[in-house]
């Protein structure tokens, strides 16, 4: 048996980093979808850039986006899926999950949802030289998180679970880790 809590965020909030630091405790099984879908990628000669995946043919990613739900769905324990809400393609806003895919996830319990301000998540990229993402105005980043928080509610809102909020706020990150710790603990034991 499992339980699942899907962790999202607008790239830059510094989700992963959240999620990475969580992970190295050992309480959790944690599958970021995007890491998943590039080691399928690399191994079929796609792209080796996980800021490329978005540029690939629906096909591909929808196809790769299944294998990683069905190696999710026969893990067992307490799962934390590190995706995106939404994925941003130039103007163009595709969603994170479909409710098909959300549905597939019978022992989804929550979501998360890492946010930041606008300002924060631009110092962020600044200096994080690790990804490949797009430049991005203060408006265009608050925009993206309007529409992450529109879909967690429509997700969370069609199974029926709770979504919870934590602020990682710029030179905070300690105290992220914290309240993300409570939470998750709280998630997998049962509270509400």
């Known amino acids: 048996m499992n339980k699942i809590a899907i962790v999202t965020g607008t790239p830059g909030a510094g989700k ?8 190295k405790e050992g309480n959790y099984n944690v599958v970021s979808i995007g890491t998943e879908m590039l080691k399928i990628a690399e191994n079929r ?7 490329n995946i978005r540029k690939l043919k629906s096909s591909d990613i929808n196809e790769m986006r299944l294998k990683v739900f069905d190696t999710i769905n026969r893990m067992e ?11 941003k393609n130039g103007n163009r806003y595709i969603p994170g999950f479909s409710f098909q895919e959300l549905d597939a996830l019978e022992s989804l ?17 600044a200096i994080d030289n690790s990804r490949n993402r797009d430049i991005e105005t203060m408006d265009e980043i608050d925009q993206q998180r309007e529409i992450n928080l529109g879909l967690i509610s429509s997700y969370a809102s069609h ?15 300690e105290g992220s880790i ?9 998630i997998f034991s049962g509270e509400r």
């Open 77 to 87: 324990g307490n799962i934390i899926i590190d995706s995106h809400a939404s994925v």
């Open 16 to 23: 992963s980093t959240i999620v990475e630091k969580i992970a």
């Open 159 to 173: 199974k029926n679970v709770p979504i919870y909020i934590i602020r990682n706020e710029q030179n905070k990150l």
């Open 45 to 51: 000669g796609l792209t080796n850039d996980r800021d």
């Open 178 to 186: 914290e309240s993300a710790r409570n939470t998750f603990s709280n």
């Open 109 to 125: 319990t929550a979501f998360v949802y890492i946010d930041s301000t606008a300002h924060e998540i631009l110092l962020r990229r």
